[in-house]
């Protein structure tokens, strides 16, 4: 047994393995782990720096929390698993013209946000910076889709997401919108900062030693979900921020990026700087899995034995 004959022998003993995609999938983790090891000749010492790195990152996490999915972020895999889906999707629908690209969940998303009413403010506190999103959520042909469920979160005029103040457990800066008979929907919030991921952990030490800035531009995430349509999982971009082209977690596509205009006089707000964007859902593939690129941290404390399915 050398270091390259255990790879086979592994490989052999794991060959009997029932589920045809586990299989697939250890078979290829060990292939790659090994040939890992063997590229950067992984030494003792490494090997326990990874396991111990790896275990600070599993008790950082908590039910608001999910240091795993900052790692997943930061290293650009969640960037890769939902280019992928986003390609299987397009070989499972129709071709179709322009539906709205989707970017990560990311590791600050919560089930329940409260609910609000068109043209509603998400803000608790109302600071001089206000901006609206109009526009509609449509389908491919450009038919508006009615009460069409949009779940909104982003950063408060600070730069923090509200599990990052105090607790954790008072919700602001996030809701639930539904579209109107015609598909339109329409919100006001606080303009997004850019901001940092957090830093205050394992993920955050491997910033630092990599030298890298750490931060995220500004931007507000959108979860649209109808009956019968992919759900969409995405986050409008202000195009003006200096970290629009070195996001640390690589989900900037150029048609999110956007900017809040004045004078927009079809805008409900014309009073306030405003972005109109019509997001296009697709119809769901039968028996589409959900496209969500992350989770609500609080999944996995709660319920991991589901979580893990
Ligand atoms: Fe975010």
Request: hydrophobic share 35%; charged share 20%; proline share 6%.
């Amino acid at each position: 047994m050398d270091e390259n004959t255990v790879t086979d022998a592994v490989l052999e003993q794991m060959s009997s393995t029932e589920n045809p995609r586990l299989k697939e999938i250890l078979a290829a983790a060990v292939r790659h782990l090994h040939a890992f090891a063997r590229e950067v000749d992984l030494t003792p010492e490494e090997w326990i720096a990874g396991i111990g790195f790896l275990t600070a990152v599993g008790q950082k996490c908590s039910p608001i929390r999910q240091e795993f999915i900052l790692l997943s972020d930061t290293l650009g895999l969640s960037s890769v698993v939902n280019s992928l889906n986003d390609k299987r999707v397009l070989r499972e629908i129709p071709p179709q013209s322009q539906d709205t690209k989707s970017s990560l969940l990311g590791p600050f998303y919560r089930h329940g946000s409260p609910a609000f009413e068109y043209g509603q403010s998400v803000a608790a506190k109302t600071p001089a910076a206000e901006i609206a999103y109009y526009g509609r959520v449509q389908d491919s042909s450009g038919q508006g889709i009615a009460n069409a469920t949009i779940q909104v979160w982003q950063t408060d005029e600070g730069g923090m997401y509200d599990t990052q103040r105090h607790d954790g457990s008072e919700m602001d800066m996030r809701g639930t919108f539904h579209t109107d008979s015609e598909g339109r929907y329409c919100l006001r919030t606080v303009r997004p900062l850019s901001y940092s991921v957090p830093m205050d952990g394992p993920v955050g030490d491997m910033i630092r030693a990599q030298r890298r800035h750490g931060m995220r531009p500004a931007h507000t995430h959108f979860l649209i979900s109808a009956p019968g349509y992919r759900e969409l999982v995405t986050a409008l971009y202000m195009s003006s921020d200096e970290y629009i082209d070195s996001d640390t977690v690589f989900g900037v596509t150029s048609s999110l990026a956007t900017e809040p205009k004045s004078g927009d006089h079809s805008s409900p707000f014309p009073s306030l700087p405003s972005v109109r964007y019509d997001f296009v859902l697709v119809v769901a593939a039968k028996d589409a899995a959900s496209g969500r690129v992350g989770a609500d941290p609080s999944q996995f404390i709660k319920h991991p034995v589901e979580a893990a399915h």
